[in-house]
């Protein structure tokens, strides 16, 4: 199973990026499928997650409004548009599909993309 996120960059306060997450070796329907990020010092904190049981899509307070996460099924892929960013957006950004079941956990990460908001 690879993980494989793409899309970041350095943007200036108020721009917008959007990043993607190609799975590979893993259907993301079945999955929830969950973006975090970690600044410099800092724990990792989650983001954005889609569940895998009807898509629904939750957001931490300080994203919310923001950015948006969605999914292509045909292309096994995850997506986060991040708009109006804020250099305390700067972070590494990682990927991650989770499947649970019973005592039963599936867990898997992508390497991160960097995104770096400054002027």
């Known amino acids: 199973v690879h993980l494989v996120e793409s899309g970041g960059g350095l943007v200036q306060p108020g721009g917008s990026l959007r990043l993607s997450c190609a799975v590979f070796g893993l259907t993301i329907s079945n999955y929830d499928m969950t973006w975090y990020r970690q600044a410099p010092g800092k724990e990792r904190e989650w983001v954005a997650r889609i569940s895998r049981v009807g898509g629904s899509a939750s957001y931490a307070d300080s994203v919310k409004g923001r950015f948006t996460i969605s999914r292509d099924n045909a292309k096994n892929t995850v997506y986060l548009q991040m708009n109006n960013l804020k250099p305390e957006d700067t972070a590494a950004y990682y990927c991650?599909?989770?499947?649970?079941?019973?005592?039963?956990?599936?867990?898997?990460w992508g390497q991160g993309t960097q995104v770096t908001v400054s002027s």
């Open positions: 991650n599909a989770v499947l649970k079941w019973g005592i039963t956990t599936l867990d898997y």
